[in-house]
């Protein structure tokens, strides 16, 4: 199974680029990596999700070099309200077990 | 607002009581999940439904009985909960009966056994 591991916190400042690591050094050819962000008292929110190379969307961009060992989000110029635990999960169509496993997640805190 | 509604959003029950969570979502989604969230933990995955049929348990107790009526809806039957299973219980919802799609939360039950 492709495990995740994460820094358990990081503090930013608005503004800032923040970059959350992860780590996923058994990561297998069919996995995908994808990134949720939650708030407390509520539920997990999608963020980003790819394969290989870069995605960006209207939130954050996704950075996976060419070994897949690891990627990065990355969050440009984040306010207050980016707040939020990170989580990052790797897997693929035929381990479903393996893409619904949550790991320890990442703390962001953002200071004014 | 989330696109996956779950209710009650709040239950106390006593250990002898038989209650069920409700999650709903009218997105033609296909799989349906639940899961249980301690405090400053992450979720961790209970039960999965493709298509109206359990596809995966993990190994949760069985005082704890999901049930899918049809493919919008899903609940969580509780029956002599203990003290540790006060939790927040999410309810998830995906496209098709893939789990490489994006997983839709609600934002839960929270809720608390005397």
């Known amino acids: 199974l492709a495990k995740t591991t994460q820094p358990i916190s990081m503090d930013s400042y608005e503004g800032q680029e923040v970059n959350i690591t992860c780590s996923h050094n058994n990561i297998a050819t069919n996995d995908y990596i994808t990134w949720y962000q939650q708030f407390p008292s509520q539920g997990p929110r999608f963020i980003i999700q790819?394969?290989?190379t870069k995605v960006t969307n209207e939130v954050a961009s996704l950075f996976i070099p060419a070994d897949r060992k690891s990627s990065t989000l990355s969050l440009p110029r984040v306010s207050l309200s980016d707040t939020a635990v990170y989580y990052c999960?790797?897997?693929?169509?035929?381990?479903?077990?393996?893409?619904?496993?949550f790991g320890g997640g990442t703390r962001l805190m953002v200071k004014p | 607002d989330t696109e996956v509604t779950q209710t009650p959003k709040h239950l106390v029950m006593g250990m002898t009581n038989k209650k069920s969570l409700k999650c709903e979502q009218h997105?033609?989604?296909?799989?349906m999940y639940w899961y249980k969230q301690k405090a400053k933990k992450p979720p961790e995955l209970m039960f999965v439904y493709s298509y109206e049929k359990l596809s995966i348990n993990e190994s949760v107790p069985s005082r704890f009985s999901p049930e899918c009526p049809n493919s919008s809806l899903l609940n969580l039957h509780l029956h002599a909960l203990q003290p540790e299973d006060s939790a927040l219980y999410l309810c998830?919802?995906?496209?098709?009966?893939?789990?490489?799609?994006?997983?839709?939360f609600g934002d839960g039950t929270r809720l608390s056994i005397l």
């Open positions: 790819g394969y290989k």
């Open positions: 997105m033609g989604h296909r799989a």
């Open positions: 998830a919802s995906s496209q098709g009966g893939g789990v490489i799609q994006p997983q839709h």
């Open positions: 999960l790797v897997g693929d169509f035929n381990n479903a077990g393996n893409m619904l496993t």
